[in-house]
């Protein structure tokens, strides 16, 4: 009995050195932890998988030029906020405190990334927004400002689609068809802002609600208004009924529309409508690609089952992650440490890199934490199903 | 302007109507509704899709297959929702439905995902012109079905057994019960029926509504609103009354703006209770005290 007893006490203290060991030679380079969290389930389900994507074909990238910080190696732990602003916050409190991220990705929901806001300013860690446009996530009042995007910001992309409506379509009298919600008062606020300063004033502002079945009521009067054009801020279902409402009454009126439509399975619910409305992206894997996009493209072949551009579904959040997540290690390595602080501070003097999406000069300053402007926002639309950008028509 | 309005009102309100029907036949036979009527909606779209495009089914298969899936769920929701609290008079049957309502959704959204999906249908592509008004023709399929059905229920209700035994219930428990009818599997038929009514419904409404595990949220809730306006008890009224409601909410959405139309649809709601509770074509109900 007391021999057993003893046998087992040593083999346990073996197995403790064991252990120790282990942790010890790990310890010599521990990783470097970042975090995504975003909506992997539910309805933008497809879009925390995208953006999942991209970080992952950066981070393999850079693990495979030997980590940062001289060897250590980066690891991703990703948080699911179900589109739920307060699983967002438990979510980043959780990778901060307890995974020790040094930069956290978000995901498509603006609500979310604005109730995380101050989390990430309490624990001095940066965000880094890879989807949801709201223009105050970025632009906050905060100094220091915790907060990044590598994505498009509401303000600019309705400057964008108002300077395209009177620009380059030449339309004076627009008439906006948005949704009832946060979301929509945002762009409802830039729209009439730049209307305005382009000398046009929309004819209506007409809202719809989640779920509604028919939107001609809204259309007609548009129409009845005068619109000559119409600005769309909606996502793919509600989209989709603003195209089949519009049809049906038989109007044949330029559209042109914010990007939500792309979140979901557009397409497939108004067929060919589809064609018929121009929408923004911030980037496609379509047309000629640098050989940053083939070597991403590649990637995503290799280890998704992609066969080709067609089938990177919500291609701007995998673009917009693989950009982001590689601004992050060039922070990371700068600031010469895996401190959030270091990191933000590190962020907003970046020199130049060469990304998916363009070639990034400087991309954050202490003013500007939006590392894409107007000029990189692409013009698309729908072709056979696929999102093909406009001048290739 | 106003005859476009008035035809999408049309569509609008027959849905409704058919989703309120679905409440007629619980409450005449039991004095309890499935709150998540609407819910049973989303599952026959699901169902519906799920077989025809998702299994490649042929259409009629795939529509029986559903009707009768449908029918198997009234009896499930009445069994664990309803009849345990009928004894006991107690109104949890509305919390178990409601209940009963959101796991469903939840169900969907795990099994059928939250993306909206397409139901194909070659009357929902073109739309035709009627009067100078533009109109989808599966539009007008809406108030056709939600008519005959109509005619079919208050039929069978009168000139069949079962229908006799139905309305015999609905009378009086305990008369009924005495004079030799099962009422507990009476309700059960009357809970199957009502869900196979959704199905209907489902299966109409999936090519203009698009299927998604939400889709029935909405429409459960106005078809309720229009079950009281038109009177609970009626099953004509609720067909006149879901297609007034859906015209008034289409030519105030059209003249006043999208943001007073819900706030016109519920207060009329409102008005309908505080004149007439039994509805407006109900017939008010004498009280035993």
Sequence with gaps: ?393 | MIVQLVFSGLALGSMYALVALGYNITYATSRTVNFAQGQSVMVGAVVAYALYVGAGWPFVPSVLATLLALAALGVLVERVAVRPFLASASIAWLLATIALGVIAENVAMLTFGKDARAFPSSLAQRAVTVLGAGVYPHELLVPVVGVALMVLVELAFRRTLAGRALRAVAFDHDAARLMGIDVTRTISVAYALSSVLAGVAGILLAPLLNVSATMGTTLGLKGFAVAIIGGIESARGIVVAGVLYGIVEAIVAGYLGTGVREIVGFALVVLVLLARPWGLFGVAAPRRV
């Design chain 1, 1 to 393: 009995m007391r021999r057993v007893t003893w046998l087992g006490l040593a083999l346990l203290t073996l197995c403790l050195l064991g252990t120790q060991a282990t942790v010890g030679f790990t310890q010599a380079k521990p990783p470097i932890t970042v975090a995504l969290v975003a909506a992997m389930s539910g309805g933008s389900a497809l879009s925390g998988e995208a953006i999942k994507r991209g970080l992952s074909v950066a981070i393999d990238e850079i693990n495979a030029r030997g980590g940062l910080l001289s060897g250590r190696t980066l690891e991703l732990v990703v948080r699911d906020e179900e589109g739920n602003p307060s699983k967002g916050v438990t979510g980043a409190r959780d990778v901060i405190e307890r995974e020790k991220a040094v930069a956290v990705f978000g995901g498509l929901h603006s609500p979310v990334g604005l109730a995380m806001l101050p989390v990430f300013h309490e624990l001095k860690v940066p965000y880094v927004g890879t989807w949801a446009a709201a223009t105050a996530i970025t632009r906050n009042g905060r100094s220091p400002n915790f907060m990044f995007r590598v994505s498009a910001n509401d303000d600019i992309v309705d400057h964008f689609l108002a300077k395209h409506v009177i620009e380059k379509l030449g339309k004076r009298k627009p008439g906006v068809i948005l949704e009832n919600t946060p979301w929509g008062a945002s762009n409802q606020e830039g729209l009439t802002k730049w209307f305005d300063r382009l000398g046009a004033r929309p004819v209506g502002f007409e809202k719809f609600n989640w779920g509604d079945p028919d939107m001609s009521p809204q259309l007609l009067r548009l129409r009845q208004g005068g619109a000559d054009a119409i600005v769309m801020i909606a996502n793919a279902p509600e989209g989709a009924q603003v195209v089949k409402s519009r049809a049906k009454i038989g109007w044949d009126v330029s559209t042109v529309s914010h990007w939500g439509i792309s979140g979901g399975r557009f397409p497939e619910l108004t067929g060919e409508l589809s064609e018929s409305v121009v929408f923004v992206q911030t980037y496609s894997f379509f047309g000629k690609q640098s050989d940053v996009g083939e070597r991403v493209i590649a990637a995503l072949k290799a280890r998704f089952a992609v066969k080709g551009p067609e089938d990177i579904l919500a291609p701007v959040g995998t673009a917009n992650a693989y950009d982001a997540m590689h601004l992050v290690a060039l922070a990371i390595e700068q600031a010469g440490a895996a401190d959030g602080s270091k990191v933000r501070d590190a962020l907003e003097n970046l020199g130049e890199h060469r990304g998916l999406i363009k070639t990034y000069r400087r991309p954050f300053t202490p003013e500007e934490h939006d590392a894409l402007t107007e000029n990189d926002y692409i013009l698309v639309t729908w072709r056979q199903g696929k999102i093909v950008p406009v001048t290739m028509k």
